[in-house]
């Protein structure tokens, strides 16, 4: 069954440090992997997607086909990245799976 | 630069009462979708809609739920008959043929008394 993992409901990192976010899949099918952030009280808004292979507000992520994982990482956070985070799959047709979600706080 | 949009942002009920959840999704879209979270829980698929019907819809979407496009700009997901387990957030997102980004509205919270 398709299924996609944040294994780490809440991470908490200091302002500069470098953060990731874990996500893994299962997936018959050749994946197609998103990374959309929520801020506070806003709506759920695309951060990236594999396919593009680009870099927002500092962020990248790589799909790791052996590994089944699609980290997200941003090599020094910012106070204003505190958000909930959560990555999806497209599965065939075009539903999305989502994962649980992250909750980063990023402290001064 | 243009936004899906929701309405009510909250709306309470009583359970067997019917509840029409209203969406305006981007202009130029052709694809929309309704997912559910239930507080504390991930976002849920319900269905996806194209060209005027249906495309998928997931076990959740039950013979309770039904969708319409009654007009060229809004789209509707009505719940006949609201059990307690109904109450959750409801996100209306809505996309373009390519690229398939799905782009979501900012939800309308229900809940069922």
């Known amino acids: 069954a398709q299924r996609v993992t944040q294994p780490e409901k809440l991470l908490s990192v200091f302002k500069g440090a470098p953060v990731e976010l874990k996500c893994n899949y299962s997936?018959?099918?050749?994946?197609?992997l998103f990374w959309y952030v929520q801020y506070s009280r806003q709506r759920l808004q695309l951060l990236l997607r594999h396919i593009s292979r680009e870099s927002i507000k500092g962020f990248t992520a790589d799909l790791n086909k052996g590994e089944t994982s699609f980290h997200l990482k941003k090599p020094f956070a910012q106070e204003e990245d505190s958000a909930m985070y959560y990555c999806?799959?497209?599965?065939?047709?075009?539903?999305?799976?989502f994962g649980e979600g992250t909750q980063l706080t990023v402290n001064p | 630069e243009p936004e899906v949009t929701q309405t009510p942002s909250h709306q309470v009920t009583q359970m067997g009462q019917e509840v029409i959840l209203r969406c305006v999704p981007i202009?130029?879209?052709?694809?929309f979708y309704w997912y559910r979270q239930i507080l504390g829980q991930k976002v849920e698929f319900l269905v996806s809609?194209?060209?005027?019907?249906?495309?998928?819809k997931s076990e959740i979407f039950d013979d309770q739920f039904s969708v319409e496009r009654p007009d060229g700009s809004n789209f509707t997901l009505k719940i006949r008959s609201t059990k307690l387990e109904d109450s959750a957030m409801y996100f209306c997102?809505?996309?373009?043929?390519?690229?398939?980004?799905?782009?979501f509205g900012p939800g309308t919270r229900l809940l069922v008394l």
């Open positions: 202009s130029n879209h052709l694809y």
């Open positions: 997102a809505s996309r373009t043929g390519a690229p398939e980004t799905q782009y």
């Open positions: 997936y018959s099918g050749s994946p197609e």
């Open positions: 809609f194209y060209n005027n019907e249906i495309s998928e």
């Open positions: 999806a799959l497209k599965q065939s047709g075009s539903r999305l799976t």
